[in-house]
């Protein structure tokens, strides 16, 4: 009888593309979110938001625009747990391009790249920040 296990460990190549493809899935399913155009994004900038579960499923549901860390909280919520319709709905351009340069720090680097490669603006919002 070998001892050997039946299925052998990944080798480190093996490993290293199965990470890119796993980053590359995860990449894209940001990517398929996105807006065809920011000039989509209509949401509210003013007022209470209440945001479904689907979206905010941990912490708060309930953010006033007024309050500056929430405001930002509910962008940087959207923008990872919001679905492509959920982005025209709660996100509104203006406020998107002014939180920009902040929101892009707070966001996980993969949210950041697709959002950055897909609207040149946002991009170069944070250039004109650093």
């Given at each position: ?6 299925h052998?460990?990944?080798e480190?190549?093996d ?18 979110r996105?807006?065809?155009?920011l ?5 509210p ?6 945001l479904p579960?689907h ?25 990872h747990?919001?679905?492509?319709e ?11 391009l ?5 929101l ?13 490669d ?13």
């Open positions: 009888m070998s001892s050997s296990p039946q052998a460990a990944p480190s190549g490993l290293s593309g199965l990470v890119a493809e796993d980053l590359a899935m995860y990449r894209e399913k940001f990517r398929l996105l807006p065809e155009s000039d989509d994004l209509h949401g900038t003013q007022g209470v938001i209440e579960l979206i905010a499923w941990s912490g708060l549901t309930s953010y006033d625009m007024r309050n500056p860390r929430q405001r930002m909280g509910l962008y940087r919520t959207v923008l747990e919001g679905l492509r959920d982005l025209p709905r709660y996100l509104n351009q203006d406020l998107l002014q939180l920009w340069p902040v892009r720090m707070l966001v996980g680097r993969t949210v950041r790249a697709v959002w950055e897909a609207f040149p603006q946002l991009a170069s919002r944070a250039r004109v920040a650093a």
